[in-house]
């Protein structure tokens, strides 16, 4: 018989999801488990995850969290068991569970010996992994995969629920930006676009999204430190800010994209924003220069004191003489000033921090 407390748990989870750990405590009582996960994983990785039992150092392992999202484990799941949960018996042999390093590794010296799990498809794109695991008191049998089916179709209505919140957050979070004029973007976890206002869209084609909606950006050193910073993000490895600068066009200023990672309940194991991208316009400010290279490209008081100086036509001699500084600070100083805004020469440098236009590299 079915427990309406935990259809209802299951649907308020959704919603807020810090429930769900509670709902893999209750899920784990129906089939005698003793630990509960739910994650979604992408080719990017895992992304979010709840847990219940002694399982959450599972997760902080690098290697284990490759070795679940590589299983074929959860491939035969979507092939052989569509539509339900099914154990591990039920989808790998002995010999194979034997040699699964996840097993191996990771699950027999944490003391679990045996698993039954689902995957479910969401509308992202993403696979929705829910998964319970037991000691050594044997593997699940029929009626504890029963009791468990009794609410998976709960658990993909509310994944199907948590996306279409999670999309409109999104696009409420974007046009929110809008209205104060500022170009923004909604990203997931492998870098496609949740949603993007028009001021962002108009960015085009510094700015890009390819077929499968991923965000690019049209250099390819900008595109990479974009991908780094998504992938940080995605992976909770990003503690703050990442500021990456874009050459200026005709006719159009330089650009810094500060890709802010999302955090807590603002995001959860269906929704999937991994990182909020707004753009800002890099001209020559009214506001004191150093103060707004803070915001600009994360720079120490240091930083942004010699890169004010070098905007203002000094040298590195004069700002180590001003300063009371050797000149060899003053160079190691400005290669980190040159880093964090993308720039390979002090020329360019000058040129992006004063509005002008950035030339364009080959290749």
């Known amino acids: 018989m079915i427990n309406e407390d935990i259809v209802s748990e299951i649907?308020?989870?959704?919603?807020?999801?810090?429930l769900w750990s509670s709902v893999l405590q209750r899920l784990m009582r129906l089939c005698d488990a003793d630990a509960g996960v739910l994650h979604t994983v992408n080719d990017a990785g895992i992304a979010h995850h709840a847990t219940a039992g002694p399982v959450a150092e599972l997760y902080a392992s690098a290697s284990a969290r490759e070795l679940i999202r590589r299983s074929v484990r959860v491939g035969r799941a979507l092939t052989q068991s569509p539509a339900g949960f099914a154990s591990d018996r039920d989808l790998a042999t002995e010999s194979e569970l034997r040699e699964d390093e996840?097993?191996?590794?990771?699950?027999r010296p944490l003391g679990f010996h045996f698993?039954?799990?689902?995957?479910?498809?969401?509308?992202?794109?993403?696979?929705?992994?829910?998964?319970?695991?037991?000691?050594?008191?044997?593997?699940?049998?029929?009626?504890?995969?029963?009791?468990?089916?009794?609410?998976?179709?709960?658990?993909?209505?509310?994944?199907?629920?948590?996306?279409?919140?999670?999309?409109?957050?999104?696009?409420?979070?974007a046009e929110a930006l809008a209205t104060i004029g500022i170009p923004g973007a909604v990203i997931d976890g492998a870098?496609?676009?949740?949603?993007?206002?028009?001021?962002?869209?108009?960015?085009?084609?510094?700015?890009?999204?390819?077929?499968?909606?991923?965000?690019?950006?049209?250099?390819?050193?900008?595109?990479?430190?974009?991908?780094?910073?998504l992938t940080a993000a995605a992976a909770g490895a990003a503690e703050e800010v990442n500021?990456?600068?874009?050459?200026?066009?005709?006719?159009?200023?330089?650009l810094v994209l500060h890709v802010v990672p999302v955090r807590g309940v603002a995001n959860d194991i269906f929704r999937r924003a991994a990182?909020?991208?707004?753009?800002?316009?890099?001209?020559?400010?009214?506001?004191?220069?150093?103060?707004?290279?803070?915001?600009?490209?994360?720079?120490?008081?240091?930083?942004?004191?010699?890169?004010a100086a070098l905007v203002r036509g000094?040298?590195?001699?004069?700002?180590?003489?001003?300063?009371?500084?050797?000149?060899?600070?003053?160079?190691?100083q400005l290669k980190s000033v040159m880093a964090k805004t993308g720039t390979n020469r002090q020329t360019e440098l000058v040129l992006l921090l004063s509005g002008a236009q950035l030339p364009e590299r080959s290749g």
Request: hydrophobic share 50%; net charge positive; aromatic share 6%.
């Open 11 to 18: 649907y308020e989870s959704a919603a807020f999801p810090p």
């Open 102 to 107: 996840l097993y191996s590794r990771h699950l």
């Open 115 to 173: 698993a039954v799990g689902t995957v479910i498809a969401v509308p992202t794109g993403d696979l929705l992994v829910m998964g319970f695991l037991r000691g050594e008191d044997g593997p699940f049998d029929r009626h504890a995969v029963h009791r468990l089916n009794t609410y998976r179709r709960h658990i993909a209505r509310a994944a199907l629920v948590a996306h279409r919140l999670g999309l409109r957050a999104a696009r409420t979070q």
């Open 191 to 229: 870098g496609r676009v949740l949603a993007a206002n028009h001021e962002f869209e108009q960015l085009a084609p510094r700015v890009r999204f390819d077929a499968a909606g991923r965000l690019s950006l049209a250099t390819k050193e900008a595109d990479q430190l974009l991908h780094a910073a």
């Open 243 to 254: 500021s990456i600068p874009l050459a200026g066009l005709e006719a159009a200023p330089p």
């Open 275 to 307: 990182a909020l991208v707004v753009v800002t316009a890099v001209a020559m400010p009214k506001a004191p220069l150093r103060e707004v290279l803070y915001g600009l490209f994360d720079l120490t008081p240091a930083e942004a004191r010699v890169a």
């Open 314 to 332: 000094g040298s590195v001699e004069s700002v180590a003489a001003a300063t009371g500084v050797s000149t060899e600070t003053v160079r190691t």
